[in-house]
């Protein structure tokens, strides 16, 4: 397949044993056993890694790197199902795998994660699997254009590539705990389908306030300066 930036989403169609992940992660978040999460960026964003520089070192990193990157010692003695299973998925190389809690009433601001120029990484769309394991309802995800946007259709058990050069944030408006999980690796094949996206109309400056972070290099002034870049003609997409 060939790659394509201007890809939102792949759906990948991956068995997941949602229960058992579901378990072993509400034994962490029961336990407080997570690190807050880029908090200048969200409210309520905690992480716990499982496969990482450790438990609750949430951020950075070169890809690789075997005197850094190991399964963590709490994921292997809390998560013994969830690190089995990751052990089994198609990839040459593991990067990092992570739990990713959004308490309820919690959120991610406007970001994006790479610039448009920036080299794909190993699919279609990008490196990253994020993988709804508990996905309340009225919580979501959106992608963030010009004159539009549009949500990701997570639902439990639902795994994507997400092309995060898109902005997009998050909103948890919900009485539980969003449980997510994210994982960098060098992807084998897998079977991915293109899911059409459906978009609403509304200006990049008009959505939620709480959306919009208050630092130099994420607020609505660098928002107006960069949205075009990353507005492509979706149209195909719909």
């Known amino acids: 397949m060939t790659k394509n930036l201007n890809i939102p989403y792949l759906k990948v169609n991956l068995t997941v ?3 058992d992940i579901c378990d ?6 029961e336990n407080n056993m997570y690190e807050p999460h880029r908090s200048d960026d969200g409210h309520g964003w905690n992480v716990f890694t499982l496969f990482g520089e450790g438990e609750y070192i949430t951020i950075g990193g070169n890809w690789g790197d075997p005197a850094k990157y190991h399964w ?4 292997e003695k809390y998560c013994p199902k969830t690190v089995e299973w990751l052990k089994s998925l198609p990839y040459t190389e593991i990067y990092r795998a992570r739990f990713m809690f959004l308490e309820p009433q919690g959120h991610i601001k406007i970001h994006h994660d790479k610039e448009p120029n920036e ?12 993988i709804a394991i508990k996905h309340p309802q009225g919580c979501y995800m959106r992608q963030v254009y010009k004159d539009h946007y549009n949500e990701v259709p997570f639902d439990d058990g639902t795994v994507f590539f997400f092309n995060n ?3 997009h944030y998050v909103y948890n408006n919900s009485t539980q705990t969003r449980i997510h999980m994210i994982i960098h690796a060098k ?3 897998l079977h991915t389908e293109y899911t059409k996206i459906n978009l609403i109309e509304k200006n990049y400056l008009d959505h ?11 607020n ?11 507005t492509p003609d979706l149209s195909y997409h719909c």
């Open 72 to 75: 963590t010692k709490l994921a």
């Open 208 to 218: 939620e306030e709480f959306a919009y972070s208050n630092n130099a290099w994420n």
């Open 17 to 19: 044993p949602v229960l």
């Open 220 to 230: 609505k002034e660098a928002l107006n300066e960069k949205i075009s870049a990353y």
């Open 119 to 130: 080299t794909l990484g190993h699919t279609v769309v990008d490196d990253a699997m994020n």
């Open 24 to 29: 072993e992660a509400t034994h962490l978040l």
């Open 187 to 189: 992807w084998l094949p």
């Open 165 to 167: 050069r898109y902005f």
